[in-house]
């Protein structure tokens, strides 16, 4: 039952990412989003999604979170199974300070998100008891060989990795 949830809110959110492309590629909203400190990322979809709990880990904890990621014009979108095994979904705006070239064809990018996260309860965060959207920031990294790549994220007590494919 839990899997047909979190089919229907992947799909829910799907929809909503694919059908906002115009609101995001218009001009003031572009706009907006170039306000904020850092580049512009280049767009891209992200699969899978793996997590190690740095505090409070036990072997109740999923590690495998089944995700899957947009990225455009600066704003992500990403829909995955947390850690308690639940559906969860966060957005937001990504950008990137620094890249470096690091030898043919290998980059490495880091950057930030700040965003909104749902699907989570007080066993990740105190403030749940009294909101179900909580604010989310993250340092990001990621290694690119061409087109494809690993993604590194850091949320204070969670490294999280995705795979990641830059589109063209």
């Known amino acids: ?27 003031s909203f572009a706009g907006f989003t170039n306000s904020w400190k850092g580049d512009a990322p280049p767009d891209a979809i992200g699969v899978g999604m793996w997590t190690y709990h740095l505090r409070n880990s036990s072997d109740f904890y999923t590690y495998n979170n089944y995700g899957a990621a947009v990225l455009y014009n600066s ?8 850690c308690f095994d639940e559906p969860a979904i966060a957005a937001g705006v990504q950008r990137t300070f620094y890249t470096k070239p690091l030898r043919r064809n ?20 105190k403030i749940a008891d009294y909101t179900p959207i909580l604010p989310i920031a993250q340092i990001v990294a990621d290694f690119t060989y061409k087109k494809a790549g690993l993604e590194l994220t850091y949320t204070g007590i969670i490294v999280s990795a995705r795979l990641i494919f830059r589109l063209p």
Request: without cysteine.
């Open 1 to 27: 039952m839990q899997s047909i949830a979190f089919k229907s809110s992947f799909l829910v959110f799907s929809y909503a990412v694919i059908s906002s492309m115009t609101l995001f590629s218009s001009s």
């Open 75 to 82: 704003i992500f979108g990403v829909a995955f199974r947390n």
């Open 106 to 125: 290998f980059d490495l990018s880091m950057g930030y998100r700040l965003g909104l996260l749902s699907g989570y309860d007080n066993r990740f965060a």
